[in-house]
T-cell receptor, first 114, second 114 residues
Framework: GDSVTQMEGPVTLSEEACLTI???????????LFWYVQYPGEGLQLLLK?????DKGSNKGFEATYRKETTSFHLEKGSVQVSDSAVYFC?????????????FGGGTRLMVKP | NAGVTQTPKFRVLKTGQSMTLLCAQD?????MYWYRQDPGMGLRLIHY???????AKGEVPDGYNVSRLKKQNFLLGLESAAPSQTSVYFC?????????????FGDGTRLSIL
């Protein structure tokens, strides 16, 4: 079956530091890849997505590139802010999935200190 | 601009009690989902629905039942609550179509079973 593995947290950074959160996946079909963000007390929001190999998703200064050869979709940001403190989830949906169901990684908590 | 609305937001139950969580979406989405979120495990799919009157099991369906009598509503029931069902529950919805469409999430229901 499909699976998503992401680095465990928490990740603690100082403001303006560079961020990388690793995500790798296994899939039986041709997956679409997503990063979702969860701010404290809220539901998940889509951060960015990529639908085919070599696509780069970007939003709010975050970006991730769909790497089929390494089955990875690492999240990066060049300069984090305190407001980026949240839990980040990597997820996929697969083409052999009739209900467009998401498979999630375990989540990575990011804490940014001023 | 409601999107996906979950009620209640918080609930405390005693072991053996029953309750129903309500999810309502106003985006005319065909697909709806119930997830549970537990520390370090990401989100796991409980049940889902691909249309009015249809439901299907997800990864962790035991102890839960669901109904989709109206397209906009998806109910999650606990017939006899157990402490292992203490979790945060999220509802989501999505359009029928390509797998690259993101799911839209509610803000969650925090449920504690004593």
């Amino acid at each position: 079956g499909d699976s998503v593995t992401q680095m465990e947290g928490p990740v603690t950074l100082s403001e303006e530091a560079c961020l990388t959160i690793n995500c790798t996946y296994t899939a039986t079909g041709y997956p679409s890849l997503f990063w979702y963000v969860q701010y404290p007390g809220e539901g998940l929001q889509l951060l960015l997505k990529a639908t085919k190999a070599d696509d780069k998703g970007s939003n709010k200064g975050f970006e991730a590139t769909y790497r089929k050869e390494t089955t990875s979709f690492h999240l990066e940001k060049g300069s984090v802010q305190v407001s980026d403190s949240a839990v980040y989830f990597c997820a996929l949906t697969d083409t052999n999935n009739a209900g467009n169901m998401l498979t999630f990684g375990g989540g990575t908590r990011l804490m940014v200190k001023p | 601009n409601a999107g996906v609305t979950q009620t209640p937001k918080f609930r405390v139950l005693k072991t053996g009690q029953s309750m129903t969580l309500l999810c309502a979406q106003d985006m005319n989405h065909e697909y709806m989902y119930w997830y549970r979120q537990d520390p370090g495990m990401g989100l796991r799919l409980i049940h889902y629905s691909v249309g009015e009157g249809t439901t299907a099991k997800g990864e962790v369906p035991d102890g839960y039942n669901v109904s989709r009598l109206k397209k906009q509503n998806f109910l999650l029931g606990l017939e006899s609550a157990a402490p292992s069902q203490t979790s945060v529950y999220f509802c989501a919805s999505n359009n029928r179509g390509p797998t690259n469409q993101p799911q839209h999430f509610g803000d969650g229901t925090r449920l504690s079973i004593l």
